[in-house]
């Protein structure tokens, strides 16, 4: 898969056209960062997410320790600066990336969600595989994500329902 952003002129003419990510496999929704770059994300069963900035011709850069499963949607809260995570997987899980220093996703720990009685809690996970640990929840076919405020609102396909997160108590 390559990435390209476009500008056009008032005629609808191309005035610029460059690559900002190639050599990657069925890219999907991906997200913004607080910084202006792009997440994009991997919806392989080894995928990973990808760093891109849109604004500068070059190859995005992998942060593996996002994790390492089929990636659909990843977003970074403006507030903690963690960065939300869906799986596109039948038994999928959403995931939380704390990363060691704000705004440098290089490092840091993957969280997978624990819901009980409608409370998110956190659980460490491996970023080196999915999660399918007992003491995790399973989300049907994890799709997009957005934060808007305090609420985080995300989507599963598989049971065609709408989620949404309070992240000042997760």
Not at 96 to 121: D, E, H, M
């Amino acid at each position: 898969r390559v990435l390209f952003r476009s500008r056009f002129d008032s005629t609808g003419a191309i005035t610029t056209a460059y690559r900002i990510l190639s050599g990657t496999s069925r890219n999907c929704a991906g997200g913004p960062t607080v910084a202006g770059t792009w997440f994009s994300c991997e919806e392989v069963a080894a995928g990973l997410v990808y760093e891109c900035d849109p604004l500068t011709a070059g190859q995005g850069v992998a942060r593996p320790a996002m994790g390492t499963f089929n990636h659909e949607a990843a977003m970074e809260d403006p507030v903690t600066r963690a960065v939300y995570l869906t799986e596109d997987a039948v038994s999928g899980r959403l995931y939380k990336f704390v990363p060691t220093t704000a705004g440098n996703f290089s490092a840091g720990q993957l969280y997978a969600a624990s819901v009980t009685s409608g409370v998110i809690s956190w659980v460490a996970t491996s970023s080196a595989q999915p999660d399918r640990s007992g003491s995790t929840t399973a989300f049907n076919g994890g799709e997009g994500l957005w934060i808007e405020g305090r609420r985080m609102y995300f989507t599963t396909k598989g049971d065609k329902r709408v989620w949404l997160g309070n992240l000042d108590r997760s």
